[in-house]
């Protein structure tokens, strides 16, 4: 039970790690090309991918055994659409420059994901537990009333898309990666039928006069896929409320990264925020360590 926690707790760490900084940095990088071409890059390639790990792991008989069940099927079908979403308007608020608001998405979502875990698992909550979470939402309530001046609709549809996704995909409990695959190919059709209009247009960035260019987007498969398997082989050994509470990483680089690297903006109140957070996030590590 411990070295299965301590697998879990690496990996949850290890893709939101990937997810806060090396993959902000590589979206932002080649963000230029527009968040719907990105997007569709980012569909196309993560399915492309999956097929060749499938292919290579020898793991074709796991999926059709997958497919061959109704509700697999279904419960896909619904994290597929809850996985573009957040794909989607992440990508959004990337080349928008509004990734602080992205992240404040994420400071919600392990939040959404503890509740969750609670109501459809029945994860244990102690004294300890929902006391960061009570700081966290103090945290959020302070963002909010005393420093957005709008409704932040970016961070609040990454949250709840993301959340959701996780719990559909614990319910199901079948193996990561071919589940992802399962979701990629019902985005895939979709993400061709865009670009093939993108193309027919002329504003394809995409393009064999530009093979560079080309090659670095296709790289979207794998910047998407590696975090995601790393992060849901977690959820799978660990659960949604100490996977969630991990996840903190990943909006805390983003808040970095946004202040330090791409200068948006970062008050003193959302300073304020973050701080309380991180002190939750503590007294819920420490919590869970000592406890597993």
Not at 35 to 42: A, S
Not at 110 to 115: D, R
Not at 153 to 165: D, N
Not at 270 to 292: M, R
Request: with cysteine; proline share 3%; glycine share 6%.
């Amino acid at each position: 039970m411990k070295k299965e926690f301590n697998k879990g707790l690496l990996l949850t760490s290890l893709g939101s790690f990937w997810w806060g900084f090396i993959g902000v940095i590589y979206f932002e990088y080649v963000s230029f090309i527009g968040h719907i071409e990105l997007v569709v890059h980012r569909c196309i390639w993560t399915a492309v991918m999956l097929i060749i790990t499938t292919s290579f792991l020898q793991k074709w008989d796991i999926f059709f055994k997958i497919i061959l069940i109704k509700k697999n099927l279904i419960a896909l079908f619904l994290s597929g659409f809850l996985i573009f979403i957040n794909w989607a308007i992440w990508v959004y608020a990337v080349a928008t420059e509004r990734i602080i608001d992205a992240s404040f998405g994420y400071f919600i979502m392990p939040i959404i994901s503890v509740l969750l875990g609670y109501v459809f698992f029945k994860e244990k909550l102690n004294n300890k537990r929902l006391f960061s979470i009570l700081l966290v939402l103090i945290s959020i309530l302070i963002i909010i009333f005393l420093n957005l001046k709008s409704l932040p609709w970016v961070g609040l549809v990454v949250a709840f898309s993301w959340a959701f996704y996780n719990l559909v995909r614990k319910k199901i409990n079948i193996d990561t990666d071919v589940g992802l695959l399962i979701e990629s190919l019902y985005i895939f059709p979709f993400a061709l039928v865009v670009f093939y209009f993108i193309a027919k247009s002329g504003f394809n960035d995409f393009n064999f006069s530009n093979p560079s260019l080309s090659i670095f987007l296709i790289l979207a498969g794998p910047m998407t896929v590696i975090p995601l398997f790393l992060y849901v082989r977690g959820v799978e050994l660990i659960g949604l409320g100490p996977t969630g509470m991990i996840f903190y990483i990943t909006p805390t680089l983003q808040f970095i990264l946004g202040y330090f690297y791409y200068n948006e903006e970062f008050s003193s109140i959302k300073l304020l925020s973050f701080i309380i957070i991180w002190i939750a996030v503590i007294i819920y590590l420490k919590d869970l360590y000592e406890t597993n």
